[in-house]
Each structure stands twice: as C-alpha cells, then as structure tokens.
C-alpha cells in the first residue's frame, strides 16, 4: 500500500508523540516511559500536607506530586 505525501503527513502529525517517543529511544536506547523510585528529603510540615491531601483524595502521594509538576 502506498501514501500520499498528505496521508503521510496527516500521520505524522497525528502520532507526533508516539515518533518523539521512538525517536528518543532509537537515540538512548532507553524507553523514556515508566517509572523510576527517587529518594528525595522534605521538610516534616510538607510530609504532613502531603499525608493530609492523600487522605483527602485518596490518591498515593507519588500521583500527588506527578500531577503537581505537570502542571508547572
């Protein structure tokens, strides 16, 4: 089967993510999707925030912290 320069275009621009995401692979070997644990040192009162906000929305406070720095 054969595309037209507009079809394949209309792909590239639809899947833009999916090409990056292989794009960066082809160049790291590495899958930049998943998880990785990370140590990190807060403050007791932020610890104590993050406690209250996970009992508040029932989500784990890794999910917590994602959601906030996708947002910046």
């Known amino acids: 089967m054969r595309f037209n320069e507009r079809t394949i275009s209309h792909i590239k621009m639809k ?35 993050l406690r209250e906000l996970k009992e508040k929305t029932k989500k ?5 912290i994602e959601e906030a720095v996708e947002r910046l």
């Not at 999916?18 to 998880?35: A, I, M, N, S």
């Not at 784990?60 to 917590?64: C, D, F, Q, R, T």
């Open 60 to 64: 784990p406070i890794s999910h917590l």
């Open 15 to 49: 899947y833009k993510d999916v090409f990056d995401t292989l794009e960066q692979y082809d160049k790291t070997r590495e899958w930049p999707l998943g998880r990785v644990r990370l140590d990190v040192t807060l403050h007791k009162r932020t610890v104590k925030k």
